[in-house]
């Protein structure tokens, strides 16, 4: 169970950092500012609405989540209920440092140039579109790793006892 939770949480991550598959394109040796950046930085972390995304993706979570913890058998539809509450009261202290661990990071990966670009666009009325539409293409995407992951599961298991039944080689 506590895997699953972490599993879940950790797709929660991979996409609540906007534009994470972007790199910047800096010279070599030509480290940007840090510290005139880092409010640069926060302001299109902020605009990227990756705080909401989170809160998105991991309230689309619920109820695989309690599932999750009622198939283990320790506890029953209240008590896994309780158990989310308290889980989402711990992310809503954590979730603030971590977005401003991701702004951190885009201070110290782009440059202010870069970060400009960034704001303008997640400002832009385009940007403001993909800002819109970020949560259900996470929550999509996160239940098709959920099903990919579960199907080569299977099949890996169906592999392992055909494996098993042949004996050692």
Same mark, same amino acid.
Request: aromatic share 6%; proline share 7%; no cysteine.
């Given at each position: 169970m506590r895997?699953?939770?972490?599993?879940?949480?950790? $797709?929660?991550?991979?996409?609540?950092?906007?534009?994470?598959?972007?790199? *910047?394109?800096? %010279?070599? =040796?030509?480290?940007?500012?840090?510290a005139s950046n880092l409010d640069l930085a926060r302001e299109v972390v902020r605009a990227s609405g990756s705080a909401?995304? $989170?809160?998105?993706?991991?309230?689309?979570?619920?109820?695989?989540?309690? *599932?999750?913890? %009622?198939? =283990?058998?320790?506890y029953n539809q209240a008590d896994a209920e309780r158990l989310w509450d308290?889980?989402?009261?711990?992310?809503?202290?954590?979730?603030?440092v971590l977005i401003d661990g991701f702004a951190r990071l885009y201070a110290e990966t782009f440059t202010a140039e870069q970060l400009v670009d960034m704001r303008d666009f997640y400002t832009s009325p385009s940007g403001r579109a993909l800002v819109a539409q970020l949560p259900d293409f996470a929550i999509a995407g996160q239940a098709a790793g959920y099903n990919?992951?579960?199907?080569a599961g299977?099949?890996?298991?169906?592999?392992?006892?055909?494996?098993?039944?042949?004996?050692?080689?």
């Open positions: 895997f699953l939770v972490m599993a879940s949480f950790v $797709a929660v991550l991979s996409f609540v950092s906007p534009a994470h598959a972007q790199k *910047a394109d800096t %010279q070599p =040796g030509a480290a940007p500012a840090v909401e995304t $989170a809160q998105r993706i991991l309230q689309g979570s619920r109820e695989p989540f309690i *599932a999750n913890v %009622q198939r =283990g058998g320790s308290l889980f989402m009261e711990e992310v809503e202290v954590e979730l603030p990919m992951g579960a199907q299977t099949r890996a298991e169906q592999r392992f006892r055909a494996e098993r039944a042949q004996g050692p080689t």
